[in-house]
C-alpha cells in the first residue's frame, strides 16, 4: 500500500478547459485585429491616446497567450509531485497578467510624458475617432463575454482577463474624448486622454497582481463560503461544536481544514465515521474540493500533552497486578483524556480457583490502588468471564464514582 494519500480529484476537467480555451483564443483573436487596427488609426489620424490604445490591446494579446498556457497546466491532474493538483499555474498567470499591464502602463505613461515636454501634439483626425469607436463596441462585447465564461467556470484567470477587456474599452472612451476635444482645438486632450487611459492600465493591473499574490500566499476564502462550510459542518450529526475553519484556494479548487468536537466516549471508528460525513458534505454541499477533518473529544488544550502516555498505563497496571494474589493480568486497555484527567478503562483476568467473592475483593481492592495514584482520575474495570463467573459480572464497576 503506497504511503501517500489518494491524490485529489480536482475541479478542473477537458469540458472546463476547452471553453476556457475557446474563450481566450477568440479573445486573442479580436485583439490582435485590434491591434493592428488601433495602431493604423493612430498612425493615420495622428493620435497618441489611439497609439497608447493600440498598445494596450497588443499587451491584451501577449496576455491572453499567458492566460491560455497557465490554464493549459492547471488542468493536469494532481501527481506525487503536485498532490494538491496544478491550480497554482493558473493563480501564476493571473499575476503575471496584473504585471504586464503595470509594465506597459508605466512605458505608456513615459513616452506620453516626454511628448508633451518635447511640445509633439499633433491633432487627431477622424480615422482615430472611428478605431475608438469600434475598439469599444468590440472590447466591451468580450468583456461580457469572457466574464460570463470566467464566473461560470470559477475562473480567476478568465475574470482577470475580462477586466483587462473592460480597462481597454475604458480607455478607448478616454481616447476618443480626448481626439475629440484635440480636434476641437485642444490638442493636449489627446495626451491627457492617454495619460488617463495609462491609469487605469495601471490601476487595474495593480488589483490583478494584488490578488494573485494574495492566493498564492493563501488568502482565506471569502466569508460567505466560510460561512456555508460552518452550515454544512454543524448540520452533520454528531458533531457537536467546531473550532480552527480554514479554506484556501488552488486556482478553482478550495481546500479546507477544520477541527470537530464529538462526544468524549464514542469509539475511534465512530468518530472517524462522522468525520469522514462531514468531509463528505463539505464537497457535495459546499463546493469544497477536498477537506481534512480533525477529530477532538473537547477543545483544543495545552494540558493535554502533560499527561501520560499508554507504555507508562500499561506499566502501571502490570506493577499494580503483580501485587495482589489472584489476578492474572489485564488486557483491552483503553485510555480516555479529558478535561485535563484520565480514566482508564481495561479487563482482568482472575483466577479460576478464586471464588465469585474473593475475585469480587481482589478485583476492588486493584481499583482502590491505582484510584490511590495520581495518575488515574477515574478507573473502570470489566471482568472477563469465565465459567464460574458466567451467571455474574459481578466486576462491572462503571457505577463506582470517580476521584474528585
Not at 354 to 364: F, H, I, S, V, Y
Amino acid at each position: 500500500m503506497s504511503e501517500h494519500s489518494p491524490l485529489i480529484k480536482s475541479k478542473y476537467c477537458p469540458e472546463r478547459l476547452g471553453e476556457a480555451s475557446r474563450v481566450t483564443v477568440i479573445g486573442a483573436v479580436v485583439n490582435l485585429v485590434l491591434a493592428m487596427a488601433k495602431f493604423v488609426a493612430g498612425v493615420l489620424g495622428s493620435s497618441a491616446a489611439m497609439m497608447a490604445d493600440a498598445v494596450h490591446s497588443l499587451s491584451d494579446l501577449a496576455t491572453d497567450a499567458i492566460v491560455y498556457i497557465s490554464m493549459r497546466i492547471a488542468s493536469h491532474e494532481a501527481d506525487e509531485d503536485h498532490p494538491y493538483g496544478h491550480g497554482r499555474a493558473e493563480t501564476i498567470g493571473s499575476a503575471i497578467l496584473g504585471v504586464a499591464l503595470l509594465a506597459a502602463g508605466i512605458f505608456i505613461i513615459f513616452e506620453v510624458i516626454d511628448h508633451l515636454l518635447t511640445g509633439e501634439l499633433a491633432i487627431p483626425t477622424w480615422p482615430a475617432i472611428a478605431g475608438a469607436i469600434v475598439s469599444i463596441i468590440s472590447k466591451e462585447t468580450l468583456y461580457y463575454y469572457t466574464l460570463r465564461a470566467g464566473v461560470r467556470l470559477h475562473s480567476d484567470a478568465l475574470v482577470a482577463n475580462a477586466w483587462h477587456h473592460r480597462t481597454d474599452s475604458i480607455s478607448s472612451v478616454a481616447a476618443l474624448i480626448g481626439i475629440g476635444g484635440a480636434m476641437m482645438g485642444f490638442p493636449i486632450l489627446d495626451s491627457l486622454a492617454a495619460i488617463v487611459v495609462v491609469f487605469m492600465i495601471v490601476k487595474v493591473g495593480g488589483e490583478i497582481t494584488w490578488n494573485a499574490f494574495q492566493d498564492l500566499m493563501d488568502r482565506s476564502a471569502p466569508p460567505e463560503r466560510l460561512k456555508d462550510f460552518k452550515n454544512v459542518i454543524l448540520s452533520t450529526k454528531g458533531v457537536k461544536r467546531y473550532h480552527e475553519l480554514r479554506a484556501r484556494k488552488v486556482g478553482v479548487d478550495l481546500f479546507v481544514d477544520v477541527h470537530i468536537l464529538v462526544q468524549p466516549n464514542i469509539s475511534v471508528s465512530e468518530a472517524h465515521n462522522i468525520a469522514e460525513t462531514v468531509r463528505a458534505n463539505l464537497k457535495e454541499k459546499a463546493g469544497a474540493t477536498d477537506a481534512l477533518v480533525h477529530i477532538d473529544a473537547e477543545e483544543d488544550m495545552d494540558y493535554r500533552l502533560m499527561l501520560v502516555d499508554r507504555e507508562k498505563v500499561e506499566a502501571k497496571l502490570n506493577e499494580e497486578t503483580k501485587r495482589i494474589d489472584g489476578i492474572k493480568g489485564v488486557s483491552d486497555v483503553t485510555i480516555h483524556y479529558l478535561r485535563g484527567k484520565m480514566l482508564v478503562e481495561f479487563i482482568v483476568d482472575t483466577d479460576d480457583s478464586l471464588t465469585m467473592g474473593e475475585a469480587k475483593k481482589r478485583t476492588r481492592d486493584l481499583r482502590r490502588r491505582l484510584l490511590e495514584d495520581d495518575m488515574f482520575h477515574e478507573v473502570v474495570i470489566n471482568g472477563r468471564l469465565t465459567e464460574k463467573l458466567s451467571e455474574n459480572n459481578f466486576i462491572n464497576q462503571k457505577s463506582v464514582t470517580p476521584k474528585p
